[in-house]
């Protein structure tokens, strides 16, 4: 299934995580933004969403990663600035779903975008736990501020699944 990929003006809509200028040691031997710097500017904004939906922090639960995608659609290059947007696309009970967008603010393209699949943990007892009221209440808040700039389901690849998985033995 392909996804559905949206016009920077839509992109621009939703709130940046942050913005940053690219800096030199952000250069691989290609002249551009090596790849794992799209990965690392991409998670920091996932993280900055969901702390400010009242995630995350020293508590007794825990997200744990599931699946991610990277698509790169356009090169970024040192001093370009950039600007990383994150949509809440969809929950269950201990699953989250998202993706976010890495604008080239410079040249004024989307270049590239992250989507992943979260799960709940319950920190002792190491097991996918149902989200608190509160966290699950934010989420629905953010899944439908999302749904209000039109980005729905078809964005991306990956589907919400229930899990029922141990996470270590």
């Known amino acids: 299934m392909a996804a559905v990929r949206p016009e920077i003006t839509q992109v621009l809509a ?4 942050f913005t940053k200028e690219i800096p030199p040691d952000f250069e691989d031997s290609n002249g551009h933004m090596n790849v794992a710097h799209y990965f690392r500017l991409h998670g920091e904004a996932m ?16 997200m744990f990663a599931m699946e991610q995608h990277v698509a790169y659609y356009r090169e970024v290059l040192v001093g370009h600035e950039v600007s990383v947007h994150v949509c809440d ?5 201990k699953v989250m779903r998202g993706i ?6 410079t040249v004024g393209e989307v270049a590239s975008s992250f989507e992943f699949l979260t ?9 996918p736990a149902e989200f608190e009221a509160g966290v699950a ?3 629905d808040e953010s ?10 389901p078809e964005y991306g690849v990956l589907e919400l699944r229930p899990t029922t998985a141990r ?3």
């Open 47 to 62: 993280w900055q969403q969901h702390r400010a939906l009242g995630y995350g922090g020293s508590g007794r639960f825990g």
């Open 137 to 139: 209440a934010a989420l």
């Open 100 to 105: 976010s967008y890495l604008v080239n603010r």
């Open 89 to 93: 696309l969809g929950r269950t009970d």
């Open 14 to 17: 939703v709130p940046a995580a």
């Open 119 to 127: 799960m709940n943990v319950d920190r002792l007892s190491r097991r």
């Open 143 to 152: 899944i439908a501020r999302a749904r209000s700039l039109g980005f729905g």
């Open 167 to 169: 996470v270590r033995n």
